[in-house]
């Protein structure tokens, strides 16, 4: 029975996704509770929030609300399975609809003083879904644009104390490896608002992680980034 459980708990554990790191990271980054599913099916977990579940499996939010049917976001619940991949037996319509058209964000903005040490970059073993940018521990995060706070916790393993914004219903932006955070869900912020401080990463060095991700995929942020200029 020991033997059994022991196998069980293996089984239940996996590699995190996408870490938010470009240092070597410590035991506790390089794992991450797997997440129970089959074919596609995602199980809730406690302390699970819609948002955090897109984010992590790289769905649109709207997507995933759509896949499943579900109208009020908040009320998900431990133990309710959801679909990650769309419905197969829907069928198909001889017009498809488009999809919404792409709202994007007029101005956005540096989300913090810093050197850029990390670099965007999907092409390697470990993806690095974002930048990171130096700094010092405690010097203001803040909102790259105008939004709603989606995410601020730190229950995503390898981004840390964790903030997400939602500014458009095609974008949205990430900020990982925070010391303190200064907002909650469901708050309103406008860009510039100071949302967070810096903290660090495994490697014990001052880091901002930020991404920016459209349809719930990480994309390059300097581009859109440099419209500062």
């Given at each position: 029975m020991v033997l059994r459980a022991l196998a069980l708990a293996i089984v239940t554990v996996g590699l995190?996704?996408?870490a938010a790191s470009w240092e070597q990271p410590d035991s506790r980054q390089r794992t991450q509770s797997k997440v129970p599913s089959s074919r596609g099916v995602y199980v809730v977990q406690p302390g699970d929030t819609f948002y955090s579940i897109?984010?992590?499996?790289k769905i649109a939010q709207e997507d995933l609300a759509r896949w499943n049917r579900i109208s009020d976001v908040?009320?998900?619940y431990p133990g309710q399975k959801l679909r990650l991949t769309a419905p197969s037996s829907q069928p198909v319509k001889a017009t498809p609809?488009?999809?919404p058209p792409?709202?994007?964000?007029?101005?956005?903005?540096?989300?913090t003083d810093g050197r850029l040490v990390g670099e965007f970059d999907l092409s390697q073993r470990?993806?690095?879904?974002?930048?990171?940018?130096s700094?010092?521990?405690?010097?203001?995060i803040l909102a790259a644009a105008a939004g709603e706070v989606v995410y601020a916790g730190s229950g995503l393993k390898g981004y840390g104390k964790l903030v997400i914004i939602q500014h458009t219903p095609n974008f949205l932006s990430a900020y990982g490896h925070n010391a303190a955070l200064l907002v909650n869900e469901g708050d309103q912020v406008v860009s510039g608002q100071k949302i967070a401080t810096m903290g660090e990463t495994a490697a014990q060095k001052p880091r901002l992680h930020f991404e920016i991700r459209r349809d719930g995929q990480p994309v390059d942020p300097m581009p859109f980034l440099r419209q500062q200029n």
């Open positions: 995190a996704g996408c897109a984010f992590r499996h908040s009320r998900i609809q488009p999809r792409v709202v994007s964000v007029a101005r956005w903005r540096w989300p470990v993806k690095q879904t974002g930048i990171l940018i700094g010092q521990r405690g010097q203001p």
